[in-house]
């Protein structure tokens, strides 16, 4: 990489952002491309400060992450319609009246669904937590063509908050909530299909490696396809179980991939195509062991 005067920089805001492997994505991708254009990361508490000062230094795009997605939108000067809905924003793009936000991560979980051949098309899916990440993979799963959903969270009513919000986009979608593992499967149990579950809680996340936020059997019986966001571990105790029961189990480091790929495509105005897939993941895997 040579760094010029010439040189754009982007790069990612959160607090903490030292473990983050965005850059080691984000400055593999711009080397592919050949542009002059550099990706760093930034720990950040301010973020009003951090927006304006990007905005003063002519910074091209920002990913934010933890704690910001939600408390970056109000200084934005638009901010894309589907990341309103999900209500979060992970990318910004520089334009001339201000930064523009988005959300890839709901593009970036269908991309990883697509890319595993998990298929939500008329099919029974259960959601597994109600929170910011949760909030984006129900929009995933929802433009993906599920016909049901069951959205399982430990606090039964942030699950029904969320099932309420997106139920006037989608209704003909049938939504149910649980507020135990034990009381979703009670509800599963009602149809004879199989079912397609998201797993968006931090449970399983290392270092704490036991845990998954639903314990039951039963529940793991039902599924065919499980995709974990969680991707440290590699394989975490939810895709074990699922695997034990006999379904299919995906991380979400492909989740990771694709958003930042997404962000890259609109930064840079291009589409990456998935023959890079493998090679990036492999360059991503390296840097989650560093
Ligand atoms: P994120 O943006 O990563 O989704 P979040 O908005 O704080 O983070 O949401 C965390 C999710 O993990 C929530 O669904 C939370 O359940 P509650 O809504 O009941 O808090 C879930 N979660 C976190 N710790 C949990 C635990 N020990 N047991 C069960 N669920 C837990």
Redesign the pocket.
């Known amino acids: 990489m040579n760094i010029d005067a010439g040189t754009e920089t982007y790069g990612l805001m959160g607090h903490p952002v030292g473990h983050s492997v965005s850059p080691a994505l984000q400055n593999e991708l711009i080397r592919r491309y050949g542009f002059n254009a550099a990706y760093l990361a930034w720990n950040t508490e301010d973020i009003l400060a951090a927006v304006k000062g990007g905005a003063a230094l002519g910074i091209r795009g920002f990913n934010v992450t ?1 704690p910001h ?1 939600q408390a970056v939108m109000p200084y934005l000067y638009a901010i894309d319609e589907d990341a309103e809905k999900i209500g979060a924003v992970n990318t910004l793009k520089l334009t001339e009246g201000g930064y523009v936000g988005y959300n890839t991560d709901m593009p970036g979980l269908i991309r990883a669904f697509e890319y595993d051949g998990v298929s939500f098309k008329g099919r029974c899916a259960v959601l597994i ?6 909030a984006a993979a129900l929009a995933a799963i929802l433009k993906c063509g599920a016909g049901r959903v069951l959205i399982v ?3 039964i009513e ?1 699950a029904r908050m969320l099932a309420e919000r997106y139920s006037q986009y989608y209704p003909d979608v049938s939504f149910e909530t649980a507020g135990s593992g034990a009381e979703a499967v009670s509800l599963m149990r009602s149809t004879n299909e199989k079912w397609n579950a998201v797993q ?4 399983g996340m290392y270092p704490k490696t036991d ?1 998954a ?1 639903v314990e039951e059997d039963e529940f793991y019986e039902m599924i065919e396809d499980g995709v974990d966001i969680i991707f440290n571990p590699e394989k975490t105790l939810f895709m074990e179980k699922v695997e034990r029961a006999g379904g299919r189990a995906y991380n979400g480091l492909k989740m990771l991939l694709f958003q930042g790929v997404r962000s890259f495509e609109i930064w840079h105005d291009v589409r990456v195509d998935d023959s890079h897939t493998e090679e990036l993941l492999t360059i991503m895997r390296g840097a989650l062991k560093r």
Do not use: C, D, E, Q
């Open positions: 933890v997605k937590g109600a929170g910011g990440a949760a969270n430990r606090t942030k968006t809680t931090s449970l845990a936020a």
